[in-house]
């Protein structure tokens, strides 16, 4: 690290001087201190005095949330203050290339969520790991491009929000918004999820794990008698009800398990619930608070793909959701306690079951939930007086103090 050394004596004469490592000592018999000044890198901080902090926007992605990830892009991107912030926006593709996009046309039918997709990349970027200047490079010209100060990833699913742009970002010095590396990679993946909330003393669906390789039951029969019928059968590592499938007979079951594996190599087989859909937004770090209650209500026989995102008249959203009190708050109290138990921060949606007979069943916990202005998380927030801006401004402020005490810790 660099740093200038200032000594002032009582003659208040100054020296600067350049070596490293005092911060701030008295020299005796001179009647001196030394003060250094760390500095990071000039030029970096140089820069950082005359400007606004900068946001890079991440979305699309390599999942099967493409479309999502841009829907959710065009909201957050909207709702960043200008007055307090820069925005370098970065679209990554479906090949999973970063690419600079312009803000004024990286979206080719932005308001069609069935046909919109990214503009053709104008240019490619380069990452330059390590805490100096620069991060980014524009690989159509070599040039830098302003230093980042913080990220607003809306990559969701796999590589968006498994740990694997968290890690890519932590090692590009950039804070970023969303759980961290173990946060993201334990709620990524649902039977992960559930070991470590079974541990934690949260009640999860039952269910059991099988693996492509084998090493567990596959049989219809033996999974039947454990669990009965109805059952739900989803790849562990997914999300936005790709490859979930709710089963009621044998020849469904082999074709459910066929469409669960084509995802993933480990797939979860769960009792079916019959309740409500509760849901509650979470965010913060040390100390997180939890939003009100919102309920799901759909006719349909689950919450599925084409309904989150296609449906016209989408299923209603019922916020706050009509609860008693104390099982208002029971739901609460177990997303706070799983919210920590997981290696959470900044935020989370954690959605929960809510059988007839009242038992409250955590299913599962999204680190990058949905971020359009129509999605659950913002609105559950709404509802709870924290507005779609000053949700996206409090979740920047969140994740360069987590950084920031990260540095100190
Ligand atoms: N065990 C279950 N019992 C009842 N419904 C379920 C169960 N598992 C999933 N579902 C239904 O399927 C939807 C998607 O499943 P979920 O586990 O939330 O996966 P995803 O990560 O894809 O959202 C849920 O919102 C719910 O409607
Ligand atoms: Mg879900």
Same mark, same amino acid.
């Given at each position: 690290m660099?740093?200038?050394?200032i000594?002032? %004596?009582?003659?208040?004469? $100054?020296?600067?001087?350049?070596?490293?490592?005092?911060?701030?000592?008295?020299?005796?018999r001179?009647g001196?201190?030394?003060?250094?000044?760390? $500095?990071?890198?000039?030029?970096?901080?140089?820069? +950082?005095?005359?400007?606004k902090?900068?946001?890079?926007? /991440?979305?699309?992605?390599?999942s099967?949330? !493409?479309?999502?990830?841009?829907?959710?892009?065009?909201?957050?991107?909207?709702?960043?203050?200008r007055?307090?912030?820069?925005?370098?926006?970065?679209?990554?593709? +479906?090949?999973?290339?970063?690419?600079?996009?312009?803000?004024?046309?990286?979206l080719?039918?932005?308001? &069609?969520?069935?046909?919109? @997709? =990214?503009?053709?990349?104008?240019?490619?970027?380069?990452?330059?790991?390590?805490q100096?200047?620069?991060? $980014?490079?524009?690989?159509?010209?070599?040039?830098?491009?302003?230093?980042?100060?913080?990220?607003?990833s809306v990559?969701?699913?796999?590589?968006?929000?498994?740990?694997?742009?968290?890690?890519?970002?932590?090692? /590009?010095?950039?804070?970023?918004?969303?759980?961290?590396?173990?946060?993201?990679?334990? @709620?990524?993946?649902?039977?992960?999820?559930?070991?470590?909330?079974?541990?934690?003393g949260?009640?999860?669906?039952?269910?059991v794990?099988?693996?492509r390789?084998?090493?567990?039951? *596959?049989?219809?029969?033996?999974?039947?008698?454990?669990?009965?019928?109805?059952?739900?059968?989803?790849?562990?590592?997914?999300?936005?009800?790709?490859?979930? %499938? *709710?089963?009621?007979?044998?020849?469904?079951f082999?074709?459910?398990?066929?469409?669960?594996?084509?995802?993933?190599a480990?797939?979860?087989?769960?009792?079916?619930?019959?309740?409500?859909?509760?849901?509650?937004?979470?965010?913060?770090?040390?100390?997180?608070?939890?939003?009100? @209650?919102?309920?799901?209500?759909? &006719?349909?026989?689950?919450?599925?793909?084409?309904?989150?995102?296609?449906? %016209?008249?989408?299923?209603?959203?019922?916020?706050?959701?009509?609860?008693?009190?104390s099982?208002d708050?029971?739901?609460?109290?177990?997303?706070?306690q799983?919210?920590?138990?997981?290696?959470?921060?900044?935020?989370?949606?954690?959605?929960?079951?809510?059988?007839?007979?009242?038992?409250?069943? /955590?299913?599962?916990? &999204?680190?990058?939930?949905?971020?359009?202005?129509?999605?659950?998380?913002?609105?559950?927030?709404?509802a709870?007086g924290?507005?779609?801006?000053?949700?996206?401004?409090? =979740? /920047?402020?969140?994740?360069?103090?987590?950084? !920031?005490?990260? *540095? $100190?810790?």
């Amino acid at each position: 690290m660099n740093a200038y050394h200032i000594f002032v %004596s009582f003659k208040y004469t $100054l020296t600067v001087l350049g070596s490293d490592k005092i911060l701030r000592m008295y020299i005796p018999r001179t009647g001196a201190y030394a003060i250094s000044i760390p $500095l990071i890198n000039e030029t970096v901080m140089q820069q +950082k005095e005359r400007r606004k902090l900068r946001v890079a926007v /991440l979305f699309g992605g390599q999942s099967a949330e !493409h479309e999502v990830s841009l829907r959710s892009s065009i909201n957050v991107i909207r709702a960043i203050n200008r007055k307090k912030y820069d925005l370098t926006l970065i679209g990554v593709d +479906k090949y999973g290339r970063w690419t600079l996009c312009r803000e004024k046309d990286y979206l080719i039918n932005p308001e &069609n969520p069935a046909t919109i @997709c =990214l503009s053709p990349a104008q240019s490619y970027l380069g990452v330059v790991p390590g805490q100096q200047h620069p991060q $980014l490079i524009n690989a159509a010209n070599g040039q830098a491009l302003p230093f980042i100060d913080v990220a607003f990833s809306v990559l969701h699913g796999t590589y968006g929000e498994d740990g694997s742009v968290q890690g890519l970002l932590r090692v /590009l010095s950039i804070p970023y918004v969303g759980a961290d590396v173990l946060g993201s990679a334990v @709620c990524m993946d649902k039977d992960m999820t559930k070991r470590v909330l079974r541990d934690a003393g949260v009640p999860v669906t039952p269910s059991v794990t099988l693996f492509r390789q084998g090493g567990a039951i *596959r049989n219809f029969d033996a999974i039947v008698s454990q669990l009965g019928l109805p059952i739900f059968i989803k790849p562990a590592n997914q999300g936005s009800s790709v490859g979930v %499938s *709710r089963v009621n007979n044998r020849t469904a079951f082999d074709e459910a398990i066929a469409l669960a594996f084509y995802y993933d190599a480990k797939i979860l087989v769960e009792q079916a619930i019959i309740g409500r859909e509760i849901e509650t937004a979470v965010l913060g770090n040390d100390s997180p608070e939890v939003s009100v @209650c919102g309920e799901i209500c759909s &006719n349909d026989a689950f919450y599925t793909y084409n309904i989150k995102y296609f449906k %016209s008249d989408q299923p209603g959203l019922i916020i706050p959701a009509p609860l008693t009190a104390s099982v208002d708050a029971a739901i609460r109290k177990t997303a706070r306690q799983a919210y920590l138990a997981l290696s959470c921060s900044i935020m989370a949606r954690v959605d929960f079951f809510l059988t007839d007979q009242g038992e409250i069943l /955590l299913n599962e916990v &999204n680190t990058l939930p949905g971020f359009t202005s129509l999605s659950m998380y913002p609105k559950l927030w709404a509802a709870s007086g924290l507005d779609y801006c000053a949700l996206v401004d409090r =979740l /920047l402020t969140l994740a360069l103090s987590r950084a !920031h005490e990260a *540095r $100190l810790g």
